[in-house]
């Protein structure tokens, strides 16, 4: 986890993929360190401008065991999981969407 100790993003990005360490270092962090946080910084933004009250995997500690906060229900790591397999168009994004709010 070279550079990647305390980063609110750790919990999506973790650290990125080894092949691509900083110095060819597996043990660093990804050489798009800084590109990956600021569209996670970006996508964040916008979620929380669309849902204001939305809590996200950034919101936990950098280090916090995301299977005890998924088994007590307070992660949903399945987000899109409404959304069917080989329908296409808005309608079915849309339920999901709506089936999402309306239980939070």
Known sequence: MGG?????FWNVCQGGCPSAGVTDDYRSRTVWCEAKYALYEKIEHDLRALLPN???ITDLPWDAELSEFSS?????IKPFSGIKPGERGRSSATAAMTQMLETS
């Open 4 to 8: 990647c100790k305390g980063c609110k």
């Open 54 to 56: 939305i809590d996200l």
């Open 72 to 76: 007590q229900k307070k992660l949903d």
